[in-house]
């Protein structure tokens, strides 16, 4: 029997837009932090911030 916890978890992060609201993913880096600024929207040329941090399991 394989239990659920032998699963390695990835965390990733979600960087948010504020002005167009555009959502990227990408894997979880060392100190990302809610809120803080992010790298740039490739859009409008802002900092986007960090939405969301969370883990997922790999299959
Ligand atoms: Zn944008």
Redesign the pocket.
């Known amino acids: 029997m394989f239990s659920k916890k032998e699963k390695p978890l990835v965390a990733f992060t979600i960087e948010k837009?504020p002005?167009?609201k555009?959502e990227t993913k990408r894997k979880f880096q060392e100190g990302d932090c809610l809120f803080v600024h992010a790298s740039e929207?490739t859009?409008?040329k802002?900092p986007?911030s960090i939405s969301k941090i969370f883990g997922q399991a790999i299959e």
């Open positions: 837009c002005s167009c555009k929207c859009t409008c802002i986007t």
